[in-house]
DNA sequence: TATGAATGAGCCTTCATTCAT
DNA sequence: AATGAATGAAGGCTCATTCAT
């Protein structure tokens, strides 16, 4: 249908594409917030679209289904942190700064953007059925888990880290020490008596952290 | 669970219902998988009353509602996990041996029962707003963080341990090294292909965190 | 769940049951009016289960779904001509006299219940799907034909009837000169201005579709 | 369809639009398939508009309402078959001859144009509603009954043919022998375990039929 | 205490139709 | 004339909850 538009009529088919793409955009979004609040199956196909400002019908055109705009939700949010990740720079400090970015920046990241971390976890309740049907995410390779091999490596090599550290275990320990604290910021606030997620908290986690893995990696 | 009934209720309850206990305790164990297994908002009623071989009437008849049964789950699922840590003994242990045991003693706990996981996040996802209703849980110290601060202190008085840790950080990153791991156990494994809950990647893991925490903890 | 039940309780759930069965067949009932008026596609659940006085939700707990539920309603509808059919007694008539009684059986069979029709062509409409779905119905041999074939073969016997005549061709014609009369008699009283299913005009078609029939079969 | 217009209309018509006459035709032609497989109410507006390669809104453009489509669809359905009807010559054929053509021409008909049988049932669903408001339909005589008329009076003239036959029932007799056995085809071939659309059954219908009619018109 | 049947609100999805370009 | 995007009103189906026995 589209081959045989000429070219004046292309660029009008394009313009008009991008009133529905910002349409797509917003629902997009909007499912990104409400699934963050209230998981897959808490969450609302009539509110994602009044918050999107758009048309329930508009969301079943975009995305066919609650199912697919999860999916979808999912991948962005995937790709969304992995574009971050790519962004940090470390190859030219020295390693024991270039770990504690790394570190640093993880916990900075999920602490901006807790609804990634709510996401992750509905679909380990979903023992990621969403994410394995999906080619896109499961081929994008981690930058963090990369950056992190080779500033081990350097470390290592001269001798500032301790040697025999498996990158794996270290990058799943590096996640595990930001995301447990934000991801339960709620129930430890509850029991603890104080928020979680103040600039103050997230600083006195950050030094903490960071002592955590340089100490750690001291030889 | 009873214990702040008065005599004569306690009685009461207990002479009037041996069988009516039974179902009580069914329905609270089938309720526990299924909100583990699909959240409360995904969870089904008649899915939970099935599994317990119980009616469905008789949920509200112990419960009075879904959202009161989660609360249920979620103070017992609490009060078990205090229950076994208040069982792990570490006081006649050389400190270095003891934070090793508090460490993999978590670990185990989340990995024998990764349902636990399951409530708690769940849980967050409503900020906490069921916790707080729950004075009985709010209420419950734990003792895994006593037995920690216990455990730093004698580490620290006798110079083995580094001077200056604060117990709550630590013990948030005892936390988040386990549950990480565990929690994430369907995404991780989907993307590095290998799976997080056999008895082997356990014990690696075992072996990482302990070497993370005693690392960290050197002088 | 029903083993173990008490003789007497096994009585009071039959009982019940009782309640549940007529809602059933109030829904089925209140299911082959709206199909008949209105075709699958065109029938309204909503409508079906107001008509039976019923709750939707239990139109569902019965059915399991609307395509179940006209399955259903075509099995009964021809399951509800069979037994007829079977009751209709000629082995002891003249062969003239049992050819006609089945001739005008039939006719009178589908003007008393027209929506009948109606099923079988929406059935029709949909390829037979669900009909051959359905084992019981495909089980069901037509005893008209049946009884047709007999009385072929006594008129034949006594040389009262022609030699040759396929007792299935002739079935088919006996059922469309009865059936396309009725079920076209919306169209046809539009066109000719006169209605098709009051009782002189069956009687006149009653009189003609047995001329014919008989008029055919003269040797 | 078009003559009645006054010549400058029907100039104003053809001038405006050679293409837009045609999109209207894919558009009635896509109506008809689509609304003989699925009825009117099971039919999709987006799945005619696709199968017309046209755009959803020129179907309203040019007709405004999904069942004005319908009813145009029928009026066309009408229209084509009495056209070829009027083709139909037998004028010069001796009256037993005649007959048999009739009788063959209109099971020919409806066995190539099974569609038309669709619409005809969808529309005694309606109970011929829309039938009803259509002058044009019911404007047109039926040339298959007026040579049918011609013809038995032929036939009994020369004493060929019974006398007192009502050449209406005949009619009706003629268009249910056809009908029912393709109409039903697929319950019937579902029930009987054979074909009744391939040109073998149909030629062994067709003889039947003519047997039937002929037979019966002896005197 | 326990059960099967019933309810009404609400959910995901789809449809015929219209607007803006 | 033609198109893609948008709309609102259902439509089929499911859920947590209650009634009657």
């Known amino acids: 249908m589209r081959e045989k538009l000429p070219p004046q009529r292309e660029r009008a088919a394009a313009a008009l594409s991008a009133r529905a793409t910002a349409t797509r955009q917003r629902i997009l979004d909007a499912a990104f917030v409400e699934f963050a609040e209230k998981g897959l199956a808490g969450a609302r196909v009539d509110e994602i679209a009044a918050r999107a400002g758009?048309?329930?019908r508009m969301l079943y055109a975009h995305f066919g289904a609650k199912e697919a705009l999860w999916l979808e939700v999912?991948?962005?949010?995937?790709?969304?942190?992995r574009a971050e990740e790519r962004a940090v720079e470390v190859a030219d400090l020295p390693p024991a700064e270039?770990?504690?970015?790394?570190?640093?920046?993880?916990l900075r990241y999920v602490a901006r953007h807790p609804e990634f971390l709510a996401i992750l976890h509905q679909e380990n309740l979903h023992r990621a059925a969403y994410l394995a049907s999906s080619a896109r995410v499961r081929a994008l390779y981690s930058p963090l888990l990369e950056s992190l091999r080779a500033v081990l490596a350097r470390g290592e090599a001269v001798?500032?880290?301790?040697a025999g550290v498996?990158?794996?275990?270290?990058y799943v320990s590096m996640l595990g020490l930001s995301h447990f604290?934000?991801?339960?910021?709620?129930?430890?606030?509850?029991?603890?008596?104080?928020?979680?997620?103040?600039?103050?908290?997230?600083?006195?986690?950050?030094?903490?952290i960071i002592a955590v893995v340089l100490g750690y990696l001291r030889p």
């Open 54 to 56: 758009a048309n329930k």
């Open 159 to 162: 001798a500032i880290f301790r």
């Open 74 to 81: 999912l991948e962005t949010a995937y790709a969304a942190k």
């Open 181 to 208: 604290h934000l991801a339960n910021r709620h129930t430890l606030s509850t029991i603890f008596g104080t928020a979680m997620d103040t600039e103050a908290a997230i600083a006195a986690r950050e030094a903490h």
């Open 98 to 106: 270039a770990m504690a970015k790394l570190v640093a920046f993880n």
């Open 166 to 170: 498996d990158p794996v275990q270290l």
